[in-house]
């Protein structure tokens, strides 16, 4: 049977510009399947961009590969040591120890700032102007923020 380029081409899963280039280098086109199958596996068995690395090729790109995992190796081991350094000198907490730090420190920013209202309202009442207002706010912000870096100190 006589096939035509695109349908070889559809058959062996590459393009009709291939199947020209496959004629031009001797490939029965004009033959079965099977000896147009037969012809593709001699050719790429001829063929050196077909083939893989030599062996040293080979040899040389896995020592390179086992190069740069010990590299890598060697970067992570640094990595490691220094959070090991950073957690002892207690620089580094762990990340649940921090979240309950936080959620302290939100719990009693929450209530003083709920408190504001009740031990601080006698201050604002006769101010008669804003510029008073502001500077007695000012002063409250003031505390309210040290109290809240004090605790986050630990004092």
């Not at 090991?84 to 580094?92: A, C, I, P, V």
């Not at 009693?108 to 008669?128: D, E």
Request: net charge positive; charged share 25%.
């Amino acid at each position: 049977m006589a096939w035509t380029h695109a349908q070889l081409a559809k058959k062996f899963g590459v393009s009709p510009a291939t199947i020209g280039y496959w004629k031009s280098q001797g490939c029965p086109v004009k033959g079965s399947i099977e000896q147009i199958a037969a012809w593709r596996e001699e050719f790429n068995a001829r063929d050196p961009r077909k083939q893989g690395p030599t062996a040293d090729a080979q040899i040389a790109q896995l020592k390179r590969f086992l190069l740069i995992a010990e590299t890598k190796k060697a970067q992570e081991a640094g990595k490691l040591a220094e959070l090991k350094r950073l957690r002892m000198e207690g620089e580094l907490v762990p990340i649940e120890e921090a979240k309950k730090l936080i959620a302290a420190l939100t719990s009693q920013a929450r209530t003083r700032a709920l408190n504001l209202v009740k031990t601080h309202a006698a201050k604002f009442v006769g101010l008669k102007s804003q510029v008073a207002a502001e500077r007695a706010l000012d002063e409250l912000i003031r505390q309210v923020v040290a109290a809240m870096s004090s605790a986050a100190e630990g004092k």
